[in-house]
């Protein structure tokens, strides 16, 4: 059994840069879009749930292995994928090389990446997680200090943080918010 | 609507909640019941905290404050590949290309390695107390930095370079001698190289060799030991023996600046558990930290400098609210 730690630093080292590819694949082979993030989050999962016996040694084949694996289950499921679509899923593996290979980007790059992420972001908001993570003030001190309320803070820095990531992992940065209240009150499921 | 929004939002909360400094062990544990809940909230967190921890790079970049950042020279990148690490862990460790001037390395026979110096140069022997550290310089142009609480023995000349750490851990800046390999003796391992810049630390038999620039070669000093089987380590391995096993891992040039940080008179953590770094603490003063309980676990980051400990505890006391009980032989630490 691999621990939690190792597995978060392999999901930082060796999965999650791969998600602008895999956000493609599941978009290139899946009709609806609103479902993308969905399986990809279901495909992270199931990930995490096999590699926790072993950490394959191809992280790349693995991924798209299993993502492959999910979107025939998920078609098969029914109500949204073509079957022919699953034949043309299922007919080989997957070749990890046709999907387009992103460029490892260096440090610097990844810094512009970040910096060019927050950039996009509202200014409002921007500010707010500014303060918030690179000033490293509490929420209440950032609501004290711009004269709104502390929830108001936290969902602002909610909201950019899911933007910030999004772009950072090769997504637009336009994330819709959920429309369940429950989330908004911080309460967990 | 989706899913994946919802969970993302709650993980996204849960983080946040985290770095409150009203954080207690109950929410702790209830974050603990909800990443358990389901393998998607556990990921899901994880690729948010990434993104966290990946923004929280930039404070350390930004900050003009104190010498958090450990220059190290001879990094061909700039200064950002010296900011701390997550930029490189994202992706696939960017270990940067050989500096042009790269060593030979020649493999040694074992008859060459005398267990201790017999003939030859004379034997001159440094040490440093706890919360030391030294430059020595050798008479082939070699330069010799010695850290806290570290004994070495060196017999160097023009025709013959042998060292031996016999405790304690040292960096080392050889000069370039192809024709006199720089050997040096660390328990039951054997180093050898050309010229190149790399650090050994030996607590017993426990080595560990990190190459800062150049290549080295590692032998064991046992019968099985044989130079072709020998790992070579190049630019940012770290090689780490106990006993029999060896483990040779590639770092990411930041973690060698985290590695190299007791150069400057600092230490550097990244995501370490607390118990660990109070051991590194431990090596250079004399007032030890004792961590007892879940405390001992909890992971920290961050650059302190390694004679203030009593400025650290106090930090663990502000920041994470542990209980610090300042004696004046030890600090104890609890939560």
């Known amino acids: 059994m691999i621990d939690d730690g190792t597995l978060k630093h392999w999901f930082f080292r060796e999965i999650f840069p791969l998600e602008p590819m895999l956000t493609r694949y599941i978009r290139r082979n899946w009709r609806d879009e609103d479902e993308v993030s969905d399986l990809r989050q279901e ?48 007919a080989s593996p997957v070749m990890v090389e046709d999907v387009t290979p992103e460029r490892v980007a260096t440090g610097r790059e990844e810094l512009r990446r970040v910096q060019a992420g927050l950039e996009q972001l509202p200014p409002r908001c921007r500010e707010i997680v500014v303060l918030r993570r690179i000033e490293g003030l509490s929420a209440a001190e950032v609501a004290d200090r711009m004269g709104i309320a502390r929830n108001t803070v936290d969902q602002q820095v909610v909201h950019g943080m899911r933007a910030l990531v999004d772009f ?14 429950r989330a908004a009150s911080g309460e967990s499921e | 609507m989706s899913k994946a929004a919802l969970r993302e939002e709650i993980a996204t909360r849960w983080l946040l909640r ?23 909230n556990k990921v899901t967190f994880w690729r948010m905290e990434m993104g966290w921890q990946e923004l929280g790079r930039m404070a350390a970049l930004r900050a003009p404050t104190p010498p958090s950042r450990v220059p190290v020279e001879n990094f061909s990148e700039g200064e950002f590949e010296g900011g701390r690490g997550l930029l490189r862990r994202w992706w696939p460790a960017g270990i940067t290309a050989l500096a042009a001037s790269i060593a030979l390395v020649l493999a040694v026979p074992q008859f060459m390695q005398p267990k201790a110096p017999t003939a030859g140069p004379a034997i001159a022997s440094y040490a440093t107390e706890v919360g030391g550290r030294e430059t020595i310089p050798l008479a082939d142009g070699t330069k010799v930095e010695l850290n806290t609480a570290s004994k070495l023995r060196a017999a160097v000349a023009a025709n013959s370079r042998e060292v031996w750490l016999d405790d304690g851990e040292a960096y080392f800046e050889v000069a370039h001698d192809p024709n006199h390999p720089f050997i040096v003796h660390a328990g039951p391992k054997t180093v050898t190289v050309l010229g190149t810049k790399f650090t050994v630390r030996r607590n017993g038999d426990n080595i560990e060799v990190t190459v800062v620039e150049g290549r080295v070669r590692v032998t064991g000093s046992g019968p099985a030991a044989t130079a072709t089987s020998a790992p070579v380590l190049t630019r940012g391995a770290v090689l780490t023996a106990q006993g029999d096993s060896t483990l ?19 230490l550097s953590f990244d995501q370490i ?13 004399r007032r030890k930290l004792v961590v007892t309980g879940n405390a001992a676990g909890m992971r920290i980051e961050g650059s302190f400098r390694a004679e203030n400990v009593e400025a650290f505890a106090k930090l663990l006391e502000r920041a994470c609210g542990l209980r610090v009980e300042m004696g004046t032989d030890e600090i104890r630490i609890s939560d």
Do not use: C
């Not at chain 1, 798209?64 to 078609?75: D, E, G, K, M, P």
């Not at chain 1, 950072?168 to 959920?178: F, S």
């Not at chain 2, 040779?248 to 600092?266: E, I, N, P, S």
């Open chain 1, 168 to 181: 950072m992992l090769g997504g637009t940065g336009k994330v819709r918010r959920p429309a369940s209240r």
């Open chain 2, 273 to 285: 558990p607390l118990g660990q770094a109070a051991g590194e603490f431990n090596r250079y003063n």
């Open chain 2, 248 to 266: 040779v891992a590639a770092k990411a040039v930041t973690d060698l600046a985290d590695r190299l940080a007791w150069r400057q008179g600092m």
């Open chain 2, 18 to 40: 985290q770095s409150e400094p009203d954080w207690t062990d109950a929410d702790a544990s209830e974050l603990e019941a909800w990443l358990e809940a389901e393998p998607e």
């Open chain 1, 43 to 90: 495909i992270y999962a199931k990930v995490y749930s096999s590699a926790r016996g072993a950490l394959p040694l191809n992280p790349k084949a693995f991924l798209f292995t299993v993502a492959r694996n999910h979107l025939i289950n998920q078609s098969r499921k029914g109500h949204v994928v073509s079957l022919d679509l699953v034949a043309d899923l299922g």
